[in-house]
């Protein structure tokens, strides 16, 4: 349903996009997980056809962007990362403007407009203004504007962004509402959670560039460890570090204040690992393990966090 | 709903839907037109403002008096008798535009002037550097006054005569000439000791009849109809300036991008922001001339048609002069002192505040560029002047080729994205 190949994006001596390549079949969500700057909102552009790619190609059920007016841009919904609103007008009156500028009129207009106001839970508050709406109402109002022409393939350009999570967990309902009911979505976000609950799979991007690109399974068996062994030490005065981290069993060890965190391979080796802790007169007052996450991936691929990124 | 007209239509709404901006846009060109005309039109008698002027007679002759008392009288002045050190401190603090000095002996060295040759008593003009055309206006009318007070003295009394010929005697001239002047005063004192002789003096020799030429013979200038059209431009380019302005702020708030994830062309997005702004424009213009027209009694005393085109035109030229802004400004807040700048120099350019005949000639040939100028031009013709719609065409023909200059270049420049 969306095909991209090989998209290149350069602002002067900045490569903001690098080689993209993507797909989604009909009905998947596709992630494109990455810090700020990575490149994501280039790439959503190019693929939205407001941005002309220096190098690479877009299509969209097989039909390339050619064109302001072209008319694969019907098949596409865009939800911006900036509030596309007019905070002076109604949400009724801001997606009758939405629904017209994809030429819906008449009986068609009023049955959509009702249909995304249901859907995104703002029936009640169609005649209100869109300025006085709350962050999380105006994000949903946003994403409603894009469904008004029932598009095939929506593409979200961090949706969530700046919203409490009750809105958040509402966004995400509608969105898998629309997965439920066959579209295409693709989704990008630098929040790893977001990317983990909502996507089929999800493309980690980083400089511009896909750096892996699997389901959210694929992705975490790149991650160096299994499992993570957290531990609260009773003082921070631990000495056997070098010791531990040349056990076989241990792939990464690390000490931050009083908290140990070992990153290991197999959960089977965890109770040789503490009884060896002990030996060393270890005293510690909690212990934690925890899967390896898309941080960790992207630590492990990357060098560096999504935050600090 | 096309999406042409579903964008004309938010714009309007957005419009509409601003009470306090409504106001302003019919408010501010009302209150300012009703002022300047107001100030600028003709007005009754006992509301005429009159240039006070301080007299400082230090002659206190029949002839100095007699000068206060006629420059009293005369309709653009308030004559005040004053002594020399007030005047002039009036004048320095700005109490006074100008102070006339009558020197001692004025009356008699003036009315010997007249005929002998010699010295002559200077008066002294005290004026307000700022306030140089009231001097000069206060010197024409002091001249014509002294003509007609001294002349008089000279013809309708024998003083003066008497005194003359006694002088004559001790002036050097040349002997001929001495004996004509002597004839002349002698008749002139012969024909003064008879009744009813020479009682005007020297006065202008001739009468000035006004007549303003206005739409027809008997229809009285109405100062509302320049000021109203006047202010109304003024302020519709402004809104041509929140056009542009509000266009940058959209894209700079991420609008233009979703527009154009729509199959949505940049002439359609131009196209209908200019037709939404000439609507507005029109609708600025319908209700500041009906509040004119009740208020003021300002009519279309010429071509409706001629009218009601050139304010269709002149709409039009604004909304593509607000495109213009948008296309060529980078960012609201560059563009916004750049266009403010524009507009004031059209306005002021077009005779809106001030009639462009007091520009030099250069600059007056300049105004022809500036489209306001014609859209003043085209409503002052079919308001006050009464002319037909021939006399609106080169006005239309001029705003519509600048609407189409400005559209052009609109479209050229139009970038949906900041570079």
Redesign the interface.
């Known amino acids: 349903m969306l095909e991209a190949k090989d998209l290149r994006k350069a602002y002067g001596a900045l490569q903001a996009v690098d080689g993209v390549s993507l797909h989604a079949a009909q009905g998947e969500v596709v992630g494109l997980l990455g810090p700020n700057g990575a490149g994501k909102t280039t790439t959503i ?1 190019m693929l ?4 002309t790619p220096d190098q690479g190609q877009v299509r969209i059920a097989g039909q390339p962007i050619q064109g ?4 694969v ?2 098949q ?3 939800v ?5 609103l ?1 905070d ?2 109604s949400a009724a ?1 801001n997606l ?3 629904g ?7 009986k068609q ?1 009023d049955g959509e407009r009702h249909r995304v106001l249901e859907l995104v839970g703002l029936n009640e508050r169609a005649k209100d203004r869109a300025g006085t709406f709350s962050g999380g109402m105006k994000r949903r109002l946003n994403l409603a ?1 894009a469904l008004m022409h029932d598009p095939q393939v929506i593409l979200l350009d961090e949706p969530t962004v700046g919203v409490d999570p009750q809105s958040r967990n509402a966004i995400f309902d509608n969105l898998e509402s629309l997965k439920a009911a066959g579209k295409t979505l693709l989704y990008t976000t630098h929040y790893m959670e977001e990317a983990a609950r909502l996507c089929d799979r999800i493309a980690i991007v980083d400089h511009g560039k896909v750096v892996a690109n699997d389901t959210l399974q694929g992705l975490l068996r790149l991650a160096p460890v299994a499992n993570f062994l957290t531990l609260d030490l009773a003082t921070p005065d631990f000495e056997a570090l070098a010791e531990l981290r040349e056990l076989a069993t241990v792939k990464q060890a690390e000490l931050t204040g009083t908290q140990l965190r070992i990153g290991l391979q197999n959960m089977r080796d965890i109770p040789h690992l503490l009884a060896w802790l002990l030996t060393k007169n270890v005293e510690f007052e909690h212990i934690q393990t925890e899967r390896p996450t898309l941080e960790t991936v992207f630590l492990h691929l990357t060098g560096r966090t999504l935050r600090d990124a | ?3 042409f ?3 004309v ?2 714009d309007l ?2 419009f509409l ?2 009470r306090r901006a409504v106001i302003m846009a019919f408010l501010a060109p009302i209150l300012i037109g009703s002022f300047f005309g107001y100030v600028f039109g003709p007005k009754p008698v006992k509301e005429q403002s009159k240039m006070p002027v301080l007299f400082v007679d230090q002659d206190q002759s029949a002839t100095t008096k007699e000068l206060l008392a006629n420059m009293q009288k005369d309709p653009g002045l308030e004559a005040v008798a004053s002594e020399l050190d007030p005047a002039r401190e009036a004048v320095k603090k700005g109490k006074a535009p100008v102070a006339i000095v009558i020197p001692k002996g004025f009356g008699e060295q003036a009315g010997q002037s007249l005929f002998i040759p010699g010295p002559k008593p200077s008066v002294t003009i005290l004026f307000d550097p700022s306030h140089q055309t009231e001097a000069a206006m206060v010197r024409g009318i002091l001249t014509g006054q002294v003509m007609q007070s001294v002349t008089k003295n000279a013809f309708a009394g024998t003083e003066m005569t008497s005194n003359a010929l006694k002088s004559l005697e001790t002036t050097p001239m040349d002997a001929g000439a001495k004996g004509e002047l002597r004839t002349l005063l002698e008749s002139a004192q012969k024909l003064n000791a008879r009744p009813q002789a020479g009682q005007g003096g020297i006065a202008v020799p001739f009468e000035t009849k006004d007549e303003a030429l206005t739409a027809r013979t008997g229809v009285a200038y109405n100062a509302y109809a320049h000021s109203f059209g006047g202010m109304a431009i003024q302020f519709m380019l402004f809104m041509g300036i929140d056009v542009g302005i509000g266009m940058l702020l959209l894209r700079q ?3 233009w ?10 002439a359609t997005l131009l196209g209908s922001r200019a037709v939404s702004a000439m609507l507005i424009g029109i609708l600025i213009l319908a209700v500041v001339f009906t509040f004119a027209r009740i208020v003021f009694d300002v009519r279309i005393e010429g071509s409706v048609a001629g009218f009601v085109v050139v304010c269709a035109a002149f709409s039009l030229m604004t909304a593509a002069y607000g495109l213009l802004i948008a296309a060529v400004g980078k960012t609201p807040e560059a563009a916004r002192g750049l266009a403010t700048l524009a507009t004031l120099l059209m306005v002021m350019l077009s005779g809106a505040w001030v009639p462009s005949f007091v520009f030099p000639q250069w600059l007056q040939q300049v105004t022809k560029a500036v489209p306001a100028r014609w859209a003043m031009d085209g409503i002052d013709a079919m308001t006050w002047r009464g002319l037909g719609f021939e006399e609106a065409l080169l006005p239309i023909a001029v705003l519509l080729g600048c609407a189409v200059v400005f559209g052009a270049i609109a479209i050229w420049r139009f970038r ?2 900041v570079e």
């Open positions: 552009g939205a056809g407001l941005i302001d007016t072209s008319s841009k019907r596409l919904g865009l911006p990362q900036e509030l596309a007019f002076e007008l009156a009758d403007l939405f017209a500028l994809y030429g819906l009129s008449g207009l504007a | 709903m096309t999406a007209s579903a964008l239509k938010k709404q957005i839907g601003d708030r991420g609008l991008r979703r527009f154009r994830a729509a199959p949505l062309s940049k949906w994205e």
